[in-house]
T-cell receptor, first 114, second 113 residues
Framework: DAEITQSPRHKITETGRQVTLACHQT?????MFWYRQDLGHGLRLIHY???????NKGEVSDGYSVSRSNTEDLPLTLESAASSQTSVYFC?????????????FGEGSWLTVV | GENVEQHPSTLSVQEGDSAVIKCTYS??????FPWYKQELGKGPQLIID?????GEKKDQRIAVTLNKTAKHFSLHITETQPEDSAVYFC????????????FGTGTRLKVLA
C-alpha cells in the first residue's frame, strides 16, 4: 500500500544543532506539507511544496527550510535548533492543489530540543 | 488574518450519547471544510468533509453541518463508542491561489463507558 513515512519518530537534540526530519511518500503526490502541532495551537503550516524544485513558506517558517529534489521526499531542516522548536512535526501530502483534495498525514516526529 | 475557532477544547460524553463539536471560520472565501480524527501517537486522519454548496453530509454515525451565512460548521457523532475517543480537528480551506488549510485548535473527546 502507498504510504507516507517520517523519520526519525523521536529525537532529542541540543540547542544550536542542525536537525533534519525526513518525509517520504509513495503515492506520487505533487503536494507535500510540513506542519507542527503544539498544545493550544493545533496544526500550523511550516512549509509546503507543489512539486519538484518548488517550495513555499507557511505561517511559521522562521528557522526552518525544506528542499524538493524529487516527488517522493520533502526533508525539513532546522538550521539551528531552538527550545521553541520542541514540538510534534507532521508531514503530509495530497494529489492535487485544488481545494477539496484529501491531505494524508504521516505518523509524526517528536522533537525535543534541550 | 484567517482564523478557525473550535469549541469545546475538551468534551466528555457517556457511551451511546451524542457529541457535537463546533467551528467558526473568518474567511468567507473558504469553501471546503474537512474534519480530522487524531488518535494517540498517530497522525490526523480525514473522517468527513463538506463543501460550501452543501448544507449537511452524513456518513453512518458521523455528520457535518455547514452554515455559510454564520460561517460556522459542526461535527455530530451519534451513538458514541469508546473508540470514538480521540482529538478532532476542523479545518477550512482557503481558495486564493494557494492550497493550504487553517486548522482549529482541536477538541479532545472522551467517551466514558
Amino acid at each position: 500500500d502507498a504510504e507516507i513515512t517520517q523519520s526519525p519518530r523521536h529525537k532529542i537534540t541540543e540547542t544550536g544543532r542542525q536537525v533534519t526530519l525526513a518525509c517520504h511518500q509513495t503515492w506520487n503526490h505533487n503536494n507535500m506539507f510540513w506542519y507542527r502541532q503544539d498544545l493550544g495551537h493545533g496544526l500550523r503550516l511550516i512549509h509546503y511544496s507543489y512539486g519538484v524544485q518548488d517550495t513555499n513558506k507557511g505561517e511559521v517558517s522562521d528557522g526552518y527550510s525544506v528542499s524538493r529534489s524529487n516527488t517522493e521526499d520533502l526533508p525539513l531542516t532546522l538550521e539551528s535548533a531552538a527550545s521553541s522548536q520542541t514540538s510534534v512535526y507532521f508531514c503530509a501530502s495530497s494529489e492535487s492543489r485544488h481545494s477539496g483534495n484529501t491531505i494524508y498525514f504521516g505518523e509524526g516526529s517528536w522533537l525535543t530540543v534541550v | 488574518g484567517e482564523n478557525v475557532e473550535q469549541h469545546p477544547s475538551t468534551l466528555s460524553v457517556q457511551e451511546g450519547d451524542s457529541a457535537v463539536i463546533k467551528c467558526t471560520y473568518s474567511d468567507s472565501a473558504s469553501n471546503y471544510f474537512p474534519w480530522y480524527k487524531q488518535e494517540l501517537g498517530k497522525g490526523p486522519q480525514l473522517i468527513i468533509d463538506i463543501r460550501s454548496n452543501v448544507g449537511e453530509k452524513k456518513d453512518q454515525r458521523i455528520a457535518v453541518t455547514l452554515n455559510k451565512t454564520a460561517k460556522h460548521f459542526s461535527l455530530h457523532i451519534t451513538e458514541t463508542q469508546p473508540e470514538d475517543s480521540a482529538v478532532y480537528f476542523c479545518a477550512a480551506s482557503l481558495v486564493s491561489g494557494t492550497y493550504k488549510y487553517i486548522f482549529g485548535t482541536g477538541t479532545r473527546l472522551k467517551v466514558l463507558a
